[in-house]
C-alpha cells in the first residue's frame, strides 16, 4: 500500500518570501512517481511538478522545485519567490506503475500568502 | 485544446435516488480516473480505465457504484440509490496513457449534494 503524509494543514507566508511544503510517502513499489497538484478556490487541480523515482536530479519547474530525498522518503515542494497567487490548498501525490496507476494523495497544505 | 470536461458541474438528488455522472477526457489521452473529495475522506481514488477495460476498480465503496467507459472516449459514473454519505465533490482526470505517462489532468468535478 502507498501512504502519502503531509503535516502541515496550513502555513502563512509573507508574499515574495521562498516557503517549503513538506511531504513524505511510504511504499513498497520499486518504481513510483511523486507529485505536486495545487487547488485554488475554485476548485480546480492543477498539476505543478512531477519526480520519477529514479531520476538522478531534482525536478524544477520555474518557480517550483522538488527536495527529493530517496532515503528519507521525502518529496518537499519548494516555492521560490511567492506570489498572492500562489495562496490555495497543495496536495502531494504519488503512483506505482504495473498494476498500482492510481495516485495516492495527502491530506494537503493549505497555504496563504499575506501581502 | 480542450481539457477534461464534467457535467453536470453541480447536482442535487434525493436520498435513493440515481444518479449518472459525465467525464470527457482530453482527446487521444487512453487512461481515465475517477475519484472523489469530501472533507471527511480527502481525495480517494475510485476507478482507473485503460482504453474501455477497467483493470483497477479497488477504490469503488460499495456496489451501488459502477463505471463504464465507451469508445475508449467518455466515461460515465453511475451512482444507484443514493445516500448522504455520497455528497462530494466527483473528480475524473485522464492521461496520455496509463502505464508510463506522468501526470493526470483534472477536470472541474462535479459536485454532487444527496439531500
Known amino acids: 500500500a502507498q501512504k502519502i503524509t503531509q503535516t502541515q494543514p496550513g502555513m502563512f507566508v509573507q508574499e515574495k518570501e521562498a516557503v517549503t511544503l513538506d511531504c513524505t510517502y511510504d511504499t513498497s513499489d520499486p518504481s513510483y512517481g511523486l507529485f505536486w497538484y495545487k487547488q485554488p478556490s475554485s476548485g480546480e487541480m492543477i498539476f505543478l511538478i512531477y519526480q520519477g523515482s529514479y531520476d538522478q536530479q531534482n525536478a524544477t519547474e520555474g518557480r517550483y522545485s522538488l527536495n527529493f530525498q530517496k532515503a528519507r522518503k521525502s518529496a518537499n515542494l519548494v516555492i521560490s519567490a511567492s506570489q498572492l497567487g500562489d495562496s490555495a490548498m497543495y496536495f502531494c501525490a504519488m503512483r506505482g506503475y504495473f498494476g498500482n496507476e492510481k495516485l495516492t494523495f495527502g491530506t494537503g497544505t493549505r497555504l496563504t500568502i499575506i501581502p | 485544446g480542450a481539457g477534461v470536461s464534467q457535467s453536470p458541474s453541480n447536482k442535487v438528488t434525493e436520498k435513493g435516488k440515481d444518479v449518472e455522472l459525465r467525464c470527457d477526457p482530453i482527446s487521444g489521452h487512453t487512461a481515465l480516473y475517477w475519484y472523489r473529495q469530501s472533507l471527511g475522506q480527502g481525495l480517494e481514488f475510485l476507478i482507473y480505465?485503460?482504453?474501455?477495460?477497467?483493470?483497477?476498480k479497488s477504490g469503488l465503496p460499495s456496489d451501488r457504484f459502477s463505471a463504464e467507459r465507451t469508445g475508449g472516449s467518455v466515461s460515465t459514473l453511475t451512482i444507484q440509490r443514493t445516500q448522504q454519505e455520497d455528497s462530494a465533490v466527483y473528480l475524473c482526470?485522464?492521461?496520455?496513457?496509463?502505464?508510463?505517462?506522468?501526470?493526470?489532468?483534472f477536470g472541474p468535478g462535479t459536485r454532487l449534494t444527496v439531500t
Open positions: 480505465f485503460q482504453g474501455n477495460s477497467a483493470p483497477d
Open positions: 482526470a485522464s492521461s496520455l496513457d496509463g502505464l508510463s505517462s506522468y501526470e493526470q489532468y
